[in-house]
């Protein structure tokens, strides 16, 4: 049984930083591409990043390219999202995504996933 698990949420300053980190379960994943998602209230989910885990190619949506990393640690099964001068606008739940099908990290689609995480709140203040 795969599970992702999400932690790092929470409020933080706009201009801030805050770290979320995805924890991994229950499968092999170094052929797999991990990543992130979004959704602010109203609004539908979106592609944030994503990382392959062989080779560590990673993609990013523009509207967070130079602000946000992601990276991964192959002994903790874990993949992180780094998050530097956050705005409002990124506040949304953050969910954590696999796809054990996809062979490129712009490859990663929501249509795709095969598992999600459950989700932690980012909430950004002005």
């Known amino acids: 049984q795969v599970q992702l698990v999400e932690s790092g949420g929470g409020l933080v300053q706009a201009g801030g930083s805050q770290r979320l980190s995805c924890a991994a379960s229950?499968?092999?994943?170094?052929?797999?591409?991990m990543g992130w998602f979004r959704q602010a209230p109203g609004k539908e989910r979106e592609f944030v990043s994503a990382?392959?885990?062989?080779?560590?190619?990673?993609y990013y949506a523009d509207s967070v390219k130079g602000r946000f990393t992601i990276s991964r640690d192959n002994a903790k099964n874990t993949v992180y999202l780094q998050m530097n001068s956050v705005k409002p606008e990124d506040t949304a739940v953050y969910y954590c995504?696999?796809?054990?099908?996809?062979?490129?990290?712009?490859?990663?689609?929501?249509?795709?996933?095969?598992?999600w995480g459950q989700g932690t709140q980012v909430t950004v203040s002005s």
């Open positions: 229950g499968r092999t994943f170094s052929s797999s591409v």
């Open positions: 995504a696999v796809d054990f099908r996809a062979r490129t990290a712009w490859g990663l689609q929501i249509a795709a996933v095969d598992y």
């Open positions: 990382i392959r885990w062989s080779g560590g190619a990673t």
